[in-house]
């Protein structure tokens, strides 16, 4: 997986058995003028758009660790 650096960036399908199909980066504009990198995935079956975490250094290791922590909240709530 490449870290992001501009714009909008596809994570891969966490496998058929998940209800989350596509993911990826937006940037967002902060008040204080920052920019950050925002990534969300989104729940197929519902449509519903879950934000992981936003960074404004949106590394390798950053954007595993916001995965990992996504399949473990999935397995709690019983939907992988």
């Known amino acids: 997986m490449h870290s ?9 399908r966490p496998g058929s058995h ?3 199909d596509r993911g990826g980066f ?6 204080n003028g ?14 519903r758009i879950r934000v992981l975490g936003a960074t404004q250094n949106p590394a390798q290791s950053w954007v595993v660790q916001q995965a990992r922590n996504l399949l473990m909240d999935l397995e709690d709530a019983g939907m992988s």
């Open 18 to 20: 998940s209800r989350h």
């Open 4 to 12: 992001a650096r501009y714009g909008r960036h596809s994570l891969p």
């Open 26 to 31: 937006f940037t967002a504009d902060l008040l």
């Open 34 to 47: 920052t920019k950050v990198y925002v990534l969300a995935v989104i729940e197929h079956g519902t449509r």
